[in-house]
C-alpha cells in the first residue's frame, strides 16, 4: 500500500475526496467559521435549517400515510424522503444543532472556548425550533394533515404519540445513535468537493437512522407540536393521545443523546485519532 503523504495536508487537491486526517482540518476551520459567526445570522441560518429538516420530516409523514407499505419499505422510503432536509441544509447552508455538534472538534484543537461553543449550540437550537415551528404553522394553515383523505393527520399523530410515550432511556439511546450517522453524514459531505459527493454522503446514514427509528431532536422540534396541533383540531383519528409532558422529555433526552452520539462519539473519537497528526501539521505550517 502506498502511503498518502498529503494524509495530513486540509488542501486534498487531486483527491477525489479528503482524508480523514484532512477532514479534521476541514471541520475544525468550519467550526471556528461557526463559533464566530454573529448571532443573529446564526440565528436565521438556524432558522432556516429548522425549515428544512422539518420539510423532510413532512415528507416521512406523506409516507407514513400509506398504508398499502410493509413495515421495512416504509421505513427505508421515510428515510430516503427526510434525506432531502440535511441535504438542504449541506448544500443550501445552514446551522444545523446536531451537525454543530462537530464543533466540539475545533473546541478540542483549542481553536475557541467552551463559552463560546455552548453558546453557539444555544443559539442554533433555539433557531432550529423557531423553523420547525414555522413550518408547523405554514402546514396547519395549508390543511396538510387532510392529504390521502386525512391519513397524513393520523400518521402524524401516530409519529409523534410513539416518541412521546419512549422512556427517557429509549430516547437517549436512541438519540446517540441518530447523531453518531447524521454526524458521519455530515463529516463525510466535509470530505467530498461536489453537490453530488455531498447529496450522497448524506443519504445513506440518513436512511439509516430513520429506517432503524432513531430520534433526531430537531426534526421531533416538528414532529411533536404538529401532532399535539392535529390532535387538538381533532385530526388525529384514533391514534393514541400525544402527551405534552412526554413530549418535553423526548426533546431532553433526545437532545442529550444527539450530543454523546455528536460531539463525542464522532467529534471526540476522530479528534482522538487524528490529533498527532493534526498538532504536527499546524506545528510545521506556523
Known sequence: MVEDKSAGSPAGKGQDCLSPAQTLHKAVDVGVG?????????????MMAGLFIAMGAALMLVVKSDSSLGFASSQILSGLVFSVGLFLVVVAGAELFTGNNLMAIGCLSGRYGAGRLVGSWLTVYAGNFVGSLLLVLILAGANFAGLNGGAVGVAAAGVAASKASLSPMAAFCRGIMCNV?????????FAGHSVADKFLACVMPVMGFVASGYEHCVA??????????????????????????????NLLWVTLGNLVGGAVIIGGGYWLAYRRDFVADMSVNG
Request: hydrophobic share 55%.
Open 34 to 46: 461557526k463559533a464566530s459567526m454573529p448571532r443573529g445570522r446564526s440565528f436565521l441560518l438556524a
Open 181 to 189: 450517522l447524521v454526524c458521519l453524514a455530515v463529516w463525510m459531505s
Open 220 to 249: 421531533n422540534m416538528f414532529f411533536l407540536p404538529y401532532g399535539l396541533l392535529v390532535q387538538a383540531l381533532g385530526q388525529g383519528g384514533e391514534a393514541a393521545a400525544v402527551s405534552l409532558a412526554g413530549a418535553c422529555s
